[in-house]
């Protein structure tokens, strides 16, 4: 996205930098968001979502805000893999909640725009699916957490394991929680704890004999790539760790 005297342009082109074209042009400020699932631009422009194709054919929706109030920006926050989930954040000429600092919070879901919503009192962990949220309960009951798959267009659950921990992992992949340091000790380091979800219920310790950052990425099948603080990268196979 590019800014002139005549106002703001949003082009597309290929990696190597040709079949260079102009998806939207504007007088007023945009905020450029992403891709949606049908690989059409997200942009914010006011107090609408405009949803531009690469032939430059464009639809419209309304952000649903407050009479009188208008958007001034927004971010995309968080999308799901599938990408017909995103969580905006809005901020307006107005406060437009009690919390966030002041800030919006919406979700464009398909082709509608509504306020998020999640089951009580639990919190996501991680997309799980294509647009399934992997939710831990901030509560125990007996002792115990029901972790449960949430899905954010049809809005309903379903449980996936009971545990005992109440961790937050630093990533999820396949069934496997990871954790990279001693839960309730510290963070990074050459231990990780791993989890398999429907299998256990408490994290294991694994010395991988690498001292590792604290920021792993998922990869597939409970796999994850982890930096080394000697420099190296390092791929963490959690169903290997957690049979040793």
Known sequence: MGSTSCGQHIVAFRLDGSDRREILMS????????????????VESGNEILRVDLDGKRTSL?????????????????QSPDRRVAFLLVGADRPLSDSFNGFGVLSLIDDSVSEPTRPARAYAVAWITGHEQLMVPWETVAGRRTVTAYDVITRSERPLAAIGEGVQPSAVSGR?????????????????????????????????????DVSPFPLADGRFLAYGRDGWLYVIDGEAAAKS
């Open 176 to 212: 496997i929680l990871l954790f990279l340091g001693e839960p309730y000790v510290r963070a990074g380091g050459p231990v990780v704890a791993v989890l398999r979800l429907g299998v256990d219920d408490r994290y294991k310790d694994v010395n991988v004999g690498v001292d590792l």
């Open 62 to 78: 309304d952000l649903g805000l407050p009479a009188g109030v208008h958007a001034k920006w927004a971010n995309l926050t968080d």
């Open 27 to 42: 007088s007023v400020p945009v905020s450029l968001l992403g891709w949606d699932a049908l690989s059409r631009v997200l």
